[in-house]
């Protein structure tokens, strides 16, 4: 079955700081897809990266980057500078191409706040 | 550009009354999903779709009933409402993985009190 653990729920730091969220998971698939969506306090789930299992290439979009790496089933997440604008709850979640239903499954999330 | 449409937004109900949460959307999407989602529990699955017609249990079904007599419409029903069910609700929907393009797209939520 697979699964998501986000072990860290709330970091607090201070504005410009760098955090790092992370992400681990399991499957038993060989094809599968990783996502990291955002919640701010709104509400709403707002999408920000997808990879595929094929794909371990480093990613960063802005001061977002993301580390997949397959050795260590992690999926981890870097705000470099943060805002206080990045205060929401972060969720990591996976989806198995394999299965008969493409069901997400989600980790618990990190509720992320940044102090001004 | 709706992308997936959630009726209502917010609800207030009585224990023990009934309601249907309703999903449209309008991308043409085979499967569709109910979500619910509780302070440190993140996002459960309850029940889902492959299609038209098909419906299957999730991670957290009990209480709960589905149906998808349309391919754009995944209805969620709660036939006698328990102070439990108190939670957020979000519906989502995506392709078949390993098409292109593949990803969820989610519902605004539902909110919904049970007194």
């Known amino acids: 079955a697979q699964k998501v653990t986000q072990a860290q729920t709330e970091i607090s730091v201070v504005e410009k700081e760098d955090v790092t969220l992370d992400c681990v998971y399991e499957?038993?698939?060989?094809?599968?897809?990783l996502f990291w969506y955002k919640q701010p306090p709104s509400g709403e789930l707002v999408f920000l990266i997808r990879?595929?299992?094929?794909?371990?290439q480093n990613e960063i979009s802005g001061r977002y980057s993301w580390n997949f790496q397959k050795s260590t089933s992690s999926f981890n997440f870097t705000i470099t500078a943060s805002q206080v604008v990045d205060s929401a709850v972060y969720f990591c979640?996976?989806?198995?191409?394999?299965?008969?239903?493409?069901?997400?499954?989600f980790g618990k999330g990190i509720t992320l706040s940044v102090r001004p | 550009n709706a992308g997936v449409t959630q009726t209502p937004k917010f609800r207030v109900l009585k224990t023990g009354q009934s309601m249907t949460l309703l999903c449209a959307q309008d991308?043409?999407?085979?499967?569709m999903y109910w979500y619910r989602q509780d302070p440190g529990m993140g996002l459960r699955l309850i029940h889902y779709?492959?299609?038209?017609?098909?419906?299957a249990k999730g991670e957290v079904p009990d209480g709960y009933n589905v149906s998808r007599l349309k391919k754009q419409n995944f209805l969620l029903g709660l036939e006698s409402a328990a102070p439990s069910q108190t939670s957020v609700y979000f519906c989502?929907?995506?392709?078949?993985?390993?098409?292109?393009?593949?990803?969820?797209?989610f519902g605004s939520g539902t909110r919904l009190t049970v007194v």
């Open positions: 990879r595929n299992s094929f794909d371990e």
């Open positions: 979640a996976l989806s198995e191409e394999g299965g008969a239903n493409s069901k997400l499954t």
């Open positions: 499957t038993r698939d060989t094809t599968y897809y």
């Open positions: 989502a929907s995506s392709k078949h993985p390993g098409t292109g393009g593949f990803g969820y797209t």
């Open positions: 779709s492959v299609g038209e017609g098909t419906t």
């Open positions: 991308m043409n999407h085979e499967y």
